[in-house]
């Protein structure tokens, strides 16, 4: 356990779970990274940071068994950083692990964004002075820092913030099985299929694609079964693989219809859950 300042209530922050509501990869880059384009979206479901002064880190909630015993992680990094670029600390760091690790909706790197934001707050430090943080710590972590819908280009750090679609009704699921990142992008075919298109959020994302599907269903064939559960649901609008996966969601056209879905796509070792776009 964490040794911490009994007197001084936490900063808590949420890290909101991200999607890809399309996600094309252009072409792989001699750094190491690929070329991407990508619709990020978020939505009011995630973890939560929570820290004040002291010592350690500890993880929480239902999740925290598939963090136990990681000698790193990035809100250790992120808090590192941290305190290298702005000084101050030592902090007592709690997660509240409530997003299935290696899920494709960037759980770490949501955790480790939350991290910077609730340190920024504590020590009067602006978001904006994050960035280069945030872009060193990983090609999501600038987009969960900011926490908006935009689309991101180059590895995903260069950003264009669009008219999001707030209060639109989501459903999350994802099959219970973890899939390797660097494997999914490692078996692209290296196929460039084209840019996003114009338009609204909802028209560029419907005549998007994610590349990473293919691959990751290769790997993860329970993600097969998502996708084809999430399709024969009535009232979807869009249903897709977000990331690398394994987590699929569908955007609905009403509460109603997504709470029937969330009650219909339910199996033993399944994740579902319900939310919206924020």
Same mark, same amino acid.
């Given at each position: 356990?964490?040794?911490?300042?009994?007197?001084?209530? *936490? #900063?808590?922050?949420?890290?909101?779970?991200?999607?890809?509501?399309?996600?094309?990869?252009?072409?792989?880059?001699?750094?190491?990274?690929?070329?991407?384009?990508?619709?990020?979206?978020?939505?009011?479901?995630?973890?939560?940071?929570? &820290?004040?002064?002291?010592?350690?880190?500890?993880?929480?909630?239902?999740?925290?068994?598939?963090?136990?015993?990681?000698?790193?992680?990035?809100?250790?990094?992120?808090?590192?950083?941290?305190?290298?670029?702005?000084?101050?600390?030592?902090?007592? #760091?709690?997660?509240?692990?409530?997003?299935?690790?290696?899920?494709?909706?960037?759980?770490?790197?949501?955790?480790?964004?939350?991290?910077?934001?609730?340190?920024?707050?504590?020590?009067?430090?602006? #978001?904006?002075?994050?960035?280069? &943080?945030?872009?060193?710590?990983?090609?999501?972590?600038?987009?969960?820092?900011?926490?908006?819908?935009?689309?991101?280009?180059?590895?995903?750090?260069?950003?264009? *913030?669009?008219?999001?679609?707030?209060?639109?009704?989501?459903?999350?699921?994802? *099959?219970?099985?973890?899939?390797?990142?660097?494997?999914?992008?490692?078996?692209?075919?290296?196929?460039?299929?084209?840019? #996003?298109?114009?338009?609204?959020?909802?028209?560029?994302?419907?005549?998007?694609?994610?590349?990473?599907?293919? *691959?990751?269903?290769?790997?993860?064939?329970? &993600?097969?079964?998502?996708?084809?559960?999430?399709?024969?649901?009535?009232?979807?609008?869009?249903?897709?693989?977000?990331?690398?996966?394994?987590?699929?969601?569908?955007?609905?056209?009403?509460?109603?219809?997504?709470?029937?879905?969330?009650?219909?796509?339910?199996?033993?070792?399944?994740?579902?859950?319900?939310?919206?776009?924020?």
């Amino acid at each position: 356990m964490p040794s911490t300042d009994p007197s001084f209530d *936490p #900063i808590a922050e949420p890290a909101r779970a991200k999607l890809n509501l399309a996600l094309h990869v252009r072409a792989r880059r001699p750094d190491g990274y690929h070329e991407l384009e990508t619709l990020f979206a978020f939505v009011d479901l995630g973890d939560i940071v929570r &820290i004040r002064p002291g010592n350690g880190f500890t993880v929480t909630g239902p999740f925290a068994g598939a963090l136990q015993g990681e000698g790193d992680n990035l809100v250790m990094r992120a808090a590192a950083r941290f305190a290298e670029r702005f000084g101050g600390g030592p902090w007592a #760091i709690e997660l509240e692990k409530h997003l299935p690790v290696a899920s494709g909706i960037g759980g770490g790197s949501a955790d480790a964004a939350a991290t910077l934001r609730a340190l920024a707050r504590l020590q009067g430090v602006t #978001i904006d002075a994050l960035y280069p &943080i945030a872009d060193a710590l990983g090609s999501d972590v600038p987009a969960c820092l900011f926490g908006v819908t935009a689309l991101g280009t180059g590895r995903g750090e260069r950003l264009d *913030p669009i008219e999001g679609l707030a209060g639109q009704p989501v459903l999350m699921v994802n *099959p219970g099985v973890g899939v390797s990142t660097a494997e999914v992008f490692r078996r692209w075919d290296g196929v460039d299929r084209g840019p #996003i298109g114009g338009g609204g959020l909802l028209d560029r994302a419907r005549a998007g694609r994610n590349d990473l599907e293919p *691959p990751a269903r290769a790997i993860a064939p329970e &993600i097969d079964a998502v996708l084809a559960a999430l399709d024969a649901l009535p009232g979807v609008i869009l249903a897709r693989m977000s990331g690398s996966g394994a987590t699929c969601f569908a955007l609905f056209d009403s509460i109603e219809a997504r709470h029937g879905a969330a009650l219909a796509v339910a199996r033993p070792g399944w994740w579902v859950a319900e939310t919206a776009l924020v």
